[in-house]
């Protein structure tokens, strides 16, 4: 019995003392020391998180800088006819002193020789005109001006070139109206061979000037 007592003594001295060892203290250090670490930890996350945000909106508007600067470099890139709505094919010119968008149509796309009347009950030009005039244009003054070479008339009913760009012009502005455009919005003039653009000694010239303009007045 006794020597059960000593055993049971010497067990609990055991124990304080390893207890009481500075190996304890060591390890209530490192639990602190950990403690400390982990929270740097979260707030290095949380700062990794908010930088990550920043960064991910900067990048977005960088985005958005780079899609405006590639348009405005696809703009500068666009012939007028692209610029204008009404696409390749189209000879246009714009005036920024008139305020004006002008598509020029050859006669010989829309009417025989000497003729006034359409070559054909539609014309897939003047409709694809009126589509971009109506989608880009509504509302806006719209002139059809006709012009002819220096030839002069022999063989047809008008009385002189004055007379037959005056009707060719308002067919054209008839078709339109026809299609939609209102009667508020679209005149019609004749100017005969009295704005000629290429020389009227050439066959090719002649052909240049006998021609119908469709402008678009874009400030009106």
């Known amino acids: 019995m006794r020597s059960y007592s000593i055993k049971l003594v010497v067990i609990l001295v055991c124990l304080a003392s390893l207890v009481l060892l500075p190996g304890c203290t060591n390890w209530k250090k490192k639990y ?40 405005q470099i696809d703009e500068l890139h666009k012939t007028p006819a692209d610029a204008s709505g009404f696409g390749p094919g189209y000879d246009v010119a714009f005036d920024a002193a008139a305020g004006t968008v002008t598509v020029t149509l050859p006669n010989a796309i829309l009417f ?60 054209v502005m008839r078709y339109l109206m026809k299609k939609g455009i209102s009667s508020e919005n679209i005149k019609f003039a004749g100017r005969g061979p009295a704005q000629p653009i290429a020389s009227n000694s050439t066959s090719a010239g002649k052909a240049k000037n006998r021609r119908v303009e469709i402008v678009a007045h874009i400030r009106s």
């Open 32 to 71: 602190e020391a950990l403690s400390v670490e982990h929270e740097n930890t979260k707030g290095l996350l949380a700062t990794e998180k908010a930088t990550t945000s920043q960064l991910s909106d900067r990048m977005a508007q960088d985005q958005q800088t780079i899609d405006e600067l590639q348009r």
């Open 112 to 171: 025989d020789s000497g003729k006034a009347e359409l070559k054909n009950a539609t014309s897939a030009e003047l409709d694809h005109i009126y589509s971009v005039l109506q989608s880009k244009y509504a509302g806006k003054l719209v002139e059809v001006v006709g012009h002819t070479d220096t030839d002069p008339i022999k063989k047809s009913k008008w009385d002189d070139n004055w007379e037959l760009s005056a009707q060719r012009s308002l067919t």
